[in-house]
């Protein structure tokens, strides 16, 4: 099992950047499919990008590409998240996700399935971009 603890959030202008980071304790990440989650009130968790356990393989929700980036570093337990030109939209509560490899057996399929895909979770952190 692993515990994830996210990082990093904050208040941002619009077309500004953050890094958020998501550390794992427990368990090695690196048999580990990751993710980033985030939510806004009223809505349903949606997801923001995910990388494979070796990092080779990404995904990004359209609204997203382009602007963020997801990476990993094994070595470090930790998961990265870099958003730049954020916007007013990309408010919300950002969650790291984490998924056993041998969960689902393909990233594309563990992220087809939402947040139904991942079963670790963190806290949270915070991310507001205003005007």
């Known amino acids: 099992q692993v515990q994830p603890v996210e990082s990093g959030g904050g208040s941002v202008q619009a077309g500004g950047s953050l890094r958020l980071s998501c550390e794992a304790s427990?368990?090695?990440?690196?048999?580990?499919?990751m993710a980033w989650f985030r939510q806004t009130p009223g809505k349903e968790r949606q997801g923001v990008a995910a990388?494979?356990?070796?990092?080779?393989?990404?995904f990004y929700a359209d609204s997203v590409k382009g602007r963020f980036t997801i990476s990993r570093d094994n070595t470090r337990n930790t998961l990265y998240l870099q958003m730049n030109s954020l916007k007013p939209e990309d408010t919300g509560m950002y969650y790291c996700a984490c998924a056993a490899v041998s969960r689902f057996g393909f990233l594309s399929r563990t992220w087809d399935l939402g947040p139904d895909g991942f079963n670790y979770w963190g806290q949270g952190t915070q991310v507001t971009v205003s005007t």
């Open positions: 990388i494979s356990n070796g990092g080779g393989t990404t």
């Open positions: 427990g368990d090695s990440i690196s048999t580990y499919y």
